[in-house]
């Protein structure tokens, strides 16, 4: 008896998963059974396939050409040990009914698949199993091809060979359901093994089925039909003479096998769909996509993974803040940490991205982190609620150490991050960050606003003879916030001067990133300027380039030496009096040089 | 219609899908329609399903001939599974067609909405336009040779015989 049959592959397609982890995310299952139809068809290669896919969970099954449809169950467990835990072998016998076969002959074929869906890991753990009766013995013999006559008579009646158990009536030449079997037939199924003469793994029910609907004995012998279209014929198809051999209690120890083997061992399959489920990933990914195709169709020398690794430190989280913010997100950027000291308020939202009107009280560094992440869960930001010290803003007692922690703040931040841009609202809080920028050499971008203007700038690098936002005023920043108005006290601006601002600096950030990458000659974002100045109302767009400033109150040698060697006690004194700074930078000795100048006597006449 | 734009209505390519599945029943094929949205234009695609076998794993290979309201040309939508149901990776499909990334993108079905790999179909017009002589004024043949281009792509037989199509 070679009793060789050709077990089933499972073939799962991708929507099958997508749609388990729906629903199951929908029940909240603990252990539960859902019903899913399976199909399997005539075979084209070497193995019997089987598969599932998106409608498996539908009402009614999919009508797939020259594919029959299966009932079937997938049960899940809501943990692993569950999983392993449960009893395989009474579970597979509770599927097979040997009574409910012979009336019902769909049970005939029946599958399940155990399952254990980890959703947070999006890793699911399964095991198919096609319970099949064991203890009957068969031998496959004298094939003989299927008469001229019945040929046309399949295609004519497909309704009846789709159920994949049928009827033969050789005498009429028709086809007919198991249920009118009188016992002059013979037997067919649909053949879902590729190889000659090993029939698949739906005859070991069959010939239970078939023992019992013709009370055979061991030792008989009968005729099988195995149907196997090919293309829209049915020629390969054959009937053979089949032995029989089984013991006297077959039916009370049926052997119930069916696990389906992994690699022909008996274990469960196990398979990692994080990224092609788990939202988070897929977001990522398309975004990259998104951005990949720039790099192809325009821009060869965009470096996706310089931008996936930059650390920008935002210094102000209001109108500029949250718009370079959201720009960076565009470019690809990762890694975004937001500085901001204040709470946002209730004419905020309108004019700062990032926030709601639900946001109002809130602290805006840590919103604004909050809402990067609710528009891109891959980006990593955190807010930091600092103030940043300012000369002419001096300390007392009470506040002297807080100072002092928040500087070390701002200094960590400066230190660690590549590209630093300046959004405060005052000019004074841009004196730190940018002697801080010089000492460290990195990238430091400013924005300011005035009504119906902006300038952006790029503070020049150790390497550069580029100026910064200090380097063209001859007076050090001081307290500007003392005798303002409201008005003058915060930016008011046109609304659109912000976004044209915080575009700008964006896209010049890109292009410093990308200078030296490739086509040096001819870089595809253009050689990035020093500033920009633009005025809304008369359509103005410069570009101007200025020198650095030996006696820069902000970048200048002697500023940034005496930081490096006097860290916060600089900071500390700068603060309680602006006019350090003066004397520090040779700003003083500049005045004393230029007044001497303007004093012409204007009295003096040419001779 | 055809001759100098490039371009395919959403009737003529529905007709001539018609037809590519007659022919493909005749033929034993399984190239077959899929209704999935039945009165909403572009909501029906041609779908052919085929196992391959690489390296000791068969792999599922699922082709969806889509209609893009948008290009009006039809776009050739694949996924490649392997048999647990994790989808070949932008860079494994890349190795197995032995394509670049740049012209195989990863994209959300317009239908399905999960993830399907498509060939893009930009130049799709210019490379119809240019074989317009061969499909003149009909649906059916341009959607034939269209089917010739793509699936050479692709590595998917399309025998011989659908050329009986472009004799209609």
Known sequence: MSNQVSPFSSI??????????????????VTSRIPIWGYYGPSSTKLSIFTVDHTSFDEYPATYYNQLSVKGEIISTSSLEEFKNLDKNSLIGEYLCLENTEKKPESLKTFFILSYPDLKSYTFTYWFAFPAISSIKFSYMSPSPVPESLLPVFEASKEIWKFGFFLVDLTT???????????????????????????????RNYLAYIIKARKLQSGDEIKLLSLLPKKSEFSESRIYLIKLEFPDDWESHPKILGWERNEN???????????????????????????????????????????????VCILGAGTLGCNVARTLMGWGVRHISIVDSGKVSYSNPVRQSLYTYKDSGKGKAITAADSLKNIFPGVEAKGYDIHIPMPGHPTSPSTVEKVKQDFHTL??????????????DTRESRWAPTMLGAAYDKIVINAALG?????????????????????TDVVVPGDSTQDRTLDQQCTVTRPGVSMIAASLAVELMAAVLHVGKGLSKNPTLGAPPHSLRGWLSSSQHISPMFARFTNCSGCSEKVVGAYKDEGIELILRVLGDSSYLEILSGLDKLKEGLEGIVELDDTEESD | MIEFSGLLTWEDFQSAISEVEKLSRTLGDNWGINYYQQN??????????????????????????????????????????YPNGKLLSVTEVCQYLKKSVSEVSQQEHPLLQVPFFC??????????????????????????????????????????????????
Not at chain 2, 140 to 154: A, E, G, I
Request: hydrophobic share 40%; aromatic share 12%; net charge negative.
């Open chain 1, 12 to 29: 799962i397609s991708p929507g099958f998963w997508q749609k388990f982890a729906e629903l199951v995310l929908q029940q909240k299952a």
């Open chain 1, 173 to 203: 030449c028709t086809l007919k359901p198991l249920e009118e079997n009188t016992g002059s037939e013979i037997f067919g199924y649909l053949e879902p093994s590729g190889i000659d003469s090993v029939p698949g793994w739906v005859i």
């Open chain 1, 265 to 311: 061992k008996l274990l469960p399959r196990m398979v990692d769909l994080k990224s092609n489920l788990d939202p988070v990933t897929l977001s990522e990914s398309f975004v990259d996509f998104n951005l990949k195709l720039m790099k192809w169709r325009l821009f060869p020398e965009f470096d996706l993974d310089l931008m996936h690794e930059v650390k």
């Open chain 1, 411 to 424: 200094e960590e931040l400066i230190k660690t991050h590549d590209v630093i841009f300046l959004l405060t």
């Open chain 1, 451 to 471: 009504f119906d203007s902006y300038v952006v700038l790029r503070h020049g690098r150790s390497t550069e003879d580029l100026g910064c936002y200090f380097c």
């Open chain 2, 40 to 81: 909403t234009p572009g909501g029906s695609y041609l779908s052919y399903i085929r196992y391959i076998e690489l390296e000791n794993n068969l792999l599922k290979c699922e082709y969806h001939i889509i209609y893009s309201l948008s290009y009006s040309v039809p776009v050739m939508y694949f996924n490649i599974s």
């Open chain 2, 119 to 168: 060939l893009h179909p930009c130049n799709t017009d210019e490379i119809m336009k240019s074989l317009s002589i061969a499909h003149h004024n009909s649906p059916l043949k341009y959607l034939v040779s269209w089917l010739s281009l793509v699936t050479q792509v692709l590595n998917i037989p399309l025998p011989n015989e659908y050329g009986v199509l472009l004799n209609h």
